[in-house]
């Protein structure tokens, strides 16, 4: 199997599951999800998908939220069938993607080494 078809493949997932998760999931545990990426194994039988949470900071919650979507996996992987042209859909592995917040942490701390930095001058 080739990485392009297997790249095809993730973005095709990202795409659906996006609005699958908006349109089909009224968990209110789960809040605002974001696919943030999808990663297909190249023989297309295994798929991490990356979310993003908005507003849900505590581990606690966040914890909480993947077991949702872990718990609606299945359902997720049939309606997936219906969409996508596959003999069989990868199974879905939910996992948070750490690096937006992250990124937001760094942002904070050079912001704050920048106003540390011009108020020295000062």
Request: glycine share 4%.
């Amino acid at each position: 199997m080739s990485q392009a078809r297997a790249k095809r493949v993730a973005d095709q997932i990202q795409r659906d599951l996006a609005v699958l998760l908006q349109r089909e999931m009224k968990d209110p545990r789960l809040g605002i999800v974001t696919v943030s990426g999808v990663e297909v194994t190249s023989d297309l039988q295994n798929a991490k998908v990356f979310v993003t949470f908005l507003g849900k900071d505590e581990e606690q919650e966040i914890k909480q939220a993947l077991e949702v979507l872990t718990g609606a996996a299945g359902f997720l992987r049939s309606q997936l069938a219906k969409s996508i042209r596959m003999r069989s859909v990868p199974s879905l592995r939910f996992l948070f993607d750490k690096s937006i917040v992250e990124g937001q942490k760094m942002t904070s701390l050079i912001d704050k080494a920048i106003s540390e930095d011009e108020s020295k001058k000062s």
